[in-house]
């Protein structure tokens, strides 16, 4: 069975940082792409960033270009998200998710995990 | 503001058929094929249709999409009270570079 397991999600000042981790089982996780997508309070999903089966290739939204790092660990079946420089805009429920081969789609998703960046 | 545009609500009795709009432009749905997520209360999204019209394995054949041009609809015919939930449209969009969603529609089962 696929799961995908989100965790790391925490109460942080502006300006602070954060680590969410998404631990992958039951599926060849070097074999897919994965992204981040979050969720704002009351708000619709957003796109956050993406990465390739090997790593190699990042995608990152304008939003958070130059302050998220998507990485991943073929080794361990993670995912991983760095959030540095967090805003109040940040406050989001964060989810992982699996890209089905070839299509932007993403057929797996993980429980969400929530950040919450606020003085 | 998203890109893909959906209307915010929509309403319709059990057994009806509804049908959900995602407009979009030339660097998006006019470029690449369409998703549809249903997103119930307090989960994650659900991935309903890909490559504007095919289900994964489990979706019943209730749901269909389709797309014509810069926009896609989602159909959900013999509505059920568990379709009640959010619908979004995704592309992915060449001028972010990035995946885009649609605001969503929340859909109440009268």
């Known amino acids: 069975e696929v799961q995908l397991l989100d965790s790391g999600g925490d109460l942080k000042h502006p300006g602070g940082s954060l680590r969410l981790s998404c631990e992958a089982s039951?599926?060849?996780?070097?074999?897919?792409?994965m992204i981040w997508v979050r969720q704002a309070p009351g708000e619709g999903l957003e796109w956050v960033s993406g990465?390739?089966?090997?790593?190699?290739?990042?995608y990152y939204a304008n939003s958070v270009k130059g302050r998220f790092t998507i990485s991943r660990d073929n080794y361990k079946n993670t995912l991983s998200l760095q959030l540095n420089s967090l805003r109040s805009e940040d406050t989001a429920v964060y989810y992982c998710?699996?890209?089905?081969?070839?299509?932007?789609?993403?057929?797996?998703w993980g429980q969400g995990t929530l950040v919450t960046v606020s003085s | 503001q998203s890109v893909l545009t959906q209307p915010p609500s929509a309403s319709a009795t059990p057994g009806q058929r509804v049908t959900f709009s995602c407009s979009g432009g030339?660097?998006?749905?006019?470029?690449?094929?369409v998703t549809w997520y249903q997103q119930l209360p307090r989960t994650a999204p659900k991935l309903l249709i890909y490559?504007?019209?095919q289900r994964p394995s489990g979706v019943p054949d209730r749901f269909s999409g389709s797309k014509s041009g810069t926009s896609a609809s989602l159909a959900i015919s013999g509505l059920q009270s568990e379709d009640e939930a959010d619908y979004y449209c995704?592309?992915?969009?060449?001028?972010?570079?990035?995946?885009?969603f649609g605001g969503g529609t929340k859909l109440t089962v009268l």
């Open positions: 990465i390739s089966e090997s790593g190699t290739s990042t």
């Open positions: 490559n504007s019209n």
């Open positions: 030339s660097s998006n749905i006019g470029s690449y094929s």
């Open positions: 039951g599926f060849t996780f070097s074999s897919y792409a």
């Open positions: 995704a592309a992915w969009d060449d001028r972010v570079n990035g995946v885009i």
């Open positions: 998710a699996r890209r089905v081969p070839t299509y932007w789609a993403f057929d797996y």
